[in-house]
């Protein structure tokens, strides 16, 4: 079983930055793939971005060019940089890892207000 801890949401004008923080309770450097997905009200949840365990990234293209992913095999830990943040970017923010079987957080909420 394995734990993930999202952090680092919150309210934000349109144009601003945000800085997601993904903590995981084992080892994340054998993970392939860890990525952040979102879910805003009425609609299905959808990929932001998937990071492999050699660096390669991959983005929605609503989110290119302004969310960088990154991860930290020493702290278990993966992260979602948000710039220049847009009120369509609203959503409950979820951290996922596979491994065998695939692990949700518990969802951050971001909130952009126009």
């Known amino acids: 079983q394995v734990q993930l801890v999202e952090s680092g949401g919150g309210l934000v004008q349109a144009g601003g930055s945000l800085r997601l923080s993904c903590a995981a309770s084992?080892?994340?450097?054998?993970?392939?793939?860890m990525g952040w997905y979102r879910q805003a009200p009425g609609n299905q949840r959808e990929l932001v971005a998937v990071?492999?365990?050699?660096?390669?990234?991959n983005y929605a293209d609503s989110v290119k060019g302004r969310f960088t992913i990154s991860r930290d095999n020493a702290r278990n830990a993966v992260y979602l940089q948000m710039n220049s943040l847009k009120p369509e970017d609203t959503a409950v923010y979820y951290c996922?890892?596979?491994?065998?079987?695939?692990?949700w957080g518990q969802g951050t909420q971001v909130t952009v207000s126009s």
């Open positions: 990071i492999t365990s050699g660096g390669s990234t």
């Open positions: 084992r080892s994340i450097s054998s993970v392939n793939s």
């Open positions: 996922k890892l596979t491994l065998y079987s695939s692990y």
